[in-house]
């Protein structure tokens, strides 16, 4: 694996990155950007991400028209705003209807296209305009897209079902359907948009990941998807490698171990490509000279940063617990994006309870090993009891009823718009939702633990189905009792509790104040947060560490702003939060 540095950069007029949230893409972007117009290039550097930080890094106000970043000469940003986007879009769709059908059908349209799906295509919308505009693309030598669409999102806009009567004949409503109602009118637009994704003289996409089990296996997952519809010329980069040499400190030698396990083991598809790393940086990536420095490889600075003592308030996971003996909800929720740590801190919270005398079922969406792995070899506490839900099973499980159901009433081409349509983000999280509900109505006088929980976007989609009795989930016909009576129980304090966990770093805060404003549309309360892995909180001593501790502070301040107290901080521990030792180690933790 090389540095990635001049010589390897990509040499097509366009560049997509893609990756998991908080692995960097807008880091490398900007930085490779900046680099190609020091070049003497002229770029234009698009951020199509809802929680774009773009004007933070240039520290300069973006709209959506190219701006010249200020001290530069040839670089220019804009910043779509697809949720802003996603809004416009779904009024277009909605408003034919309005007067004509009831408030009741309309709510549930309007909700049926307020989730991602709706998002992801409004900002491929607008970057596909960007992209078959000639004088755009006649003006730049190179044009940066912040954040690429998934292979979810292509395969729907290469089915020539989206562009049929099919969705106005349709009567069982899907997660994504909705959405595509409006792209009649755009059909060439996005036909030329996806030639000029899939050809390798023109375009490059950029897959970005950090050298972490989570990170890798959705970069792999990524790169399949996008190479099945024909995407293939790829590269990885391997964002935040550890290069520090001396590794006195014990924090700085486990992470370098731990980042070099996850590299041996990098699924199989990543190697297909060439690849690439760049170093893990002790400072935010914000402002030119930031840049240059991380690009260029002086990071030297870092090298004699005295760590500023900066008093912040926290809880203990100590608290936490104190609090739930206190109040006694039967339902805990651990919310938060892939890769924060919800599966060690769900355990970690079920391991407490049941270590005071509580009775506690665990049930999980990882698979049964990653639980063996976390609790270990030595068995489970003799109050705690665990289930793991099969996510692939459960949604397998969910498509065959709907597909069952549809064949019913569907020709094929109507059937094959519909299996695409499950291959929806959404429908895994209605599909494991349900097996969730089921385990929570078996549950008797045990507090349950829920590792992965549905977004607002999901519950109030059931929520309409079960309101409207519109099909909106695509089930059955009916919504199963055990997801109707939980879901006035999700929105009671007395009997659920919600945790949103993240990191202390700039993506997973946005992702996190996202979520939290999903779960207010849903009418359901957050009760805690918690800042996981920080080094703030520890004592490295290593000069690079030390200084990325230096950097969460802004994050964790943004963080308890929003849990007004309420906040735990988990350090990042030396020792792996695995089997009953680890996990208690983690326990103990002030």
Same mark, same amino acid.
């Given at each position: ?225 996008? $190479? ?69 490889? $002086? ?105 069952? $159901? ?171 939060? $695995? ?12």
């Amino acid at each position: 694996m090389k540095r990635f540095i001049n010589e390897y950069f990509p040499t097509t007029k366009f560049l997509f990155f893609t990756g998991k949230g908080g692995v960097g893409k807008t880091s490398v972007a900007s930085s490779l950007s900046l680099t190609l117009s020091k070049q003497g290039k002229n770029v234009l550097l698009i951020s199509t991400d809802p929680a774009s930080n773009l004007q933070d890094v240039f520290g300069q106000t973006l709209t959506n028209h190219p701006t010249l970043i200020n001290g530069t000469s040839r670089l220019y940003a804009l910043n779509l705003d697809p949720v802003q986007a996603a809004a416009e879009y779904k009024e277009r769709v909605v408003a034919p209807y309005k007067g004509k059908l009831s408030d009741s059908v309309l709510a549930s349209m309007e909700e049926q296209m307020s989730g991602a799906c709706t998002v992801e295509i409004a900002a491929f919308n607008q970057f596909s305009s960007l992209l078959t505009d000639k004088k755009i693309t006649d003006e730049y030598d190179v044009i940066v897209f912040d954040t690429a669409p998934t292979g979810h999102t292509l395969r729907l806009l290469q089915l020539p079902m989206a562009w049929s009567g099919f969705l106005e004949d349709n009567t069982n409503g899907a997660s994504c359907l909705g959405p595509l109602a409006g792209l009649e009118s755009q059909k060439q637009i996005y036909s030329e948009a996806v030639k000029v994704l899939s050809d390798a003289k023109l375009t490059t996409l950029l897959l970005v990941s950090r050298p972490e089990e989570g990170p890798l296996r959705e970069a792999a997952r990524a790169s399949s998807e996008l $190479k099945e519809i024909g995407i293939g010329n790829q590269q990885v980069i391997v964002n935040g490698l550890f290069e520090q040499t001396a590794l006195k400190d014990h924090y700085a030698k486990t992470m370098y171990e731990r980042q070099q396990t996850a590299l041996k083991e990098m699924p199989m598809e990543l190697r297909l490509y060439p690849l690439f790393y760049l170093p893990l940086a002790p400072f935010s990536i914000t402002g030119i000279e930031q840049m240059e420095n991380w690009f260029s490889h $002086k990071l030297e600075s870092s090298s004699h940063v005295e760590r500023e003592k900066e008093h912040i308030s926290y809880q203990s996971i100590q608290d936490l617990l104190d609090f739930y003996e206190e109040h006694q909800q039967r339902v805990i929720f651990t919310m938060g994006k892939g890769g924060v740590g919800k599966t060690t801190i769900a355990s970690l919270i079920a391991l407490g309870l049941a270590g005071r005398g509580k009775k506690v079922h665990l049930t999980t969406t990882d698979p049964a090993a990653h639980i063996a792995w976390t609790f270990g070899e030595n068995g489970l506490h003799e109050n705690l009891t665990i289930s793991s839900i099969d996510p692939k099973k459960v949604v397998q499980e969910y498509k065959d009823e709907v597909i069952s $159901k549809a064949s019913e009433t569907m020709d094929e081409d109507g059937l094959s718009y519909i299996k695409e349509d499950l291959e929806s983000p959404c429908t895994e999280e209605i599909a494991v939702f349900r097996a969730f509900a089921e385990v929570i109505a078996e549950s008797k006088d045990q507090i349950v633990v829920i590792d992965t929980a549905p977004t607002g976007h999901t519950l109030l989609l059931l929520d309409a189905s079960e309101a409207y009795h519109k099909e909106i989930s695509r089930s059955s016909g009916e919504i199963p009792d055990s997801v109707r009576n939980l879901l006035p129980k999700l929105r009671d304090n007395s009997y659920t509790s919600i945790i949103i966990t993240t990191l202390p770093e700039a993506t997973p805060v946005y992702e996190a104040t996202r979520l939290e404003e999903d779960l207010k549309r849903a009418n359901i309360a957050i009760h805690w947060w918690i800042i996981n892995q920080s080094f703030y909180i520890t004592d490295t001593r290593d000069p690079i560490l030390a200084q990325k501790a230096q950097a969460e502070i802004y994050w964790i301040q943004r963080v308890n702003e929003l849990a007004r107290g309420q906040m735990v901080i988990i350090p990042w521990s030396v020792h792996e939060p $695995k089997g009953i030792d680890g996990l208690e180690n983690l326990l103990e933790t002030k």
